[in-house]
């Protein structure tokens, strides 16, 4: 698997290389494919391949097998515009812009990711379970932080939204109480376990995961627009306190799926681990 992601970093680089030296297409998005720039993006393939090819198998199980977890979710942040691909993607009446090559490339990044956390996963010791407490609380967050973010949206008016009254909005918003209300509940709740497993981790991580990293990524560029002075989203037509209460909301709500979800894959892993006892809170 390290020979795997070797080859991933060495064919993704000299992609970035190429992009970097003025060949990139234009991006239907702000900015590049990615959250980083070219050279940035350049140095994190060598430093993944250097990583890879230093590391040996027996030495995974300590620091190397930390890196490459991080590594991995050092790529999906960079790669976070990837949600708005599934977005523009399933619901092309939102009028989000999609970017097949843009999304090509970012799913080039995620791929490195899974390969990195492959690796990491495939020799580290077995992951203690955590307290079903967490999980909850993982719960809790998904939930106050849809229910703030509905809250942000209803002080601005709901007629604010830049996408139109279409089907696409209405399944859009449907989905979104779905994700942040119904989802976090089954995770953690007994019901969940009738359901095909893969029908409540599958999600709970992916959007977990993506939003935690996209909006992540968005608070930090808000702090540095406000220490260079620059107005936060000012092109939106929407207040900078609308954007301070929904921003960091959305990474509760990722945070706290991600916690739950974990929580769910622990609590489901004990018909074929027998070293898992966690029960889900009841």
């Not at 808000?222 to 260079?228: E, G, K, L, N, S």
Request: net charge positive; hydrophobic share 55%; proline share 7%.
């Amino acid at each position: 698997m390290r020979r795997a992601v070797v080859g991933w970093a060495l064919a993704y680089g000299g992609l970035r290389i190429w992009f970097a030296t003025g060949h990139a297409p234009p991006w239907k998005l702000p900015g590049n494919d990615l959250l980083i720039p070219h050279w940035v993006a350049v140095a994190g393939c060598a430093i993944t391949a250097l990583a890879a090819i230093a590391s040996r198998p027996e030495r995974l199980k300590g620091w190397s097998a930390r890196l490459f977890w991080v590594l991995a979710a050092a790529w999906v942040a960079a790669a976070a515009f990837i949600l708005l691909d599934v977005v523009a993607a399933v619901l092309p009446g939102l009028g989000i812009p999609f970017d097949p090559l843009g999304m090509l490339c970012r799913l080039g990044a995620i791929l490195g990711a899974v390969l990195l956390g492959m690796t990491a996963k495939a020799h580290q010791s077995e992951a203690k379970p955590w307290p079903p407490w967490i999980a909850t609380l993982g719960a809790y967050l998904a939930v106050t932080g849809c229910l703030t973010r509905l809250a942000a949206q209803a002080a601005v008016g709901f007629g604010t939204t830049p996408y139109g009254g279409n089907l696409s909005l209405v399944l859009f918003e449907g989905g979104f109480l779905l994700v942040g209300t119904l989802l976090p509940f089954l995770l953690v709740h007994p019901i969940g376990r009738r359901f095909p497993r893969w029908m409540l981790l599958v999600p709970g991580f992916t959007l977990g995961v993506a939003m935690t990293a996209y909006f992540g990524v968005g608070l930090i560029q808000m702090v540095v627009a406000v220490v260079q002075g620059k107005p936060v989203y000012g092109d939106v037509g929407l207040p900078d306190a609308f954007f301070w209460v929904a921003v960091p909301a959305y990474v509760v709500w990722g945070v706290g799926l991600t916690l739950a979800a974990r929580g769910y894959q622990f609590a489901t892993r004990r018909a074929t681990d027998p070293e898992c006892d966690l029960q889900i809170t009841r």
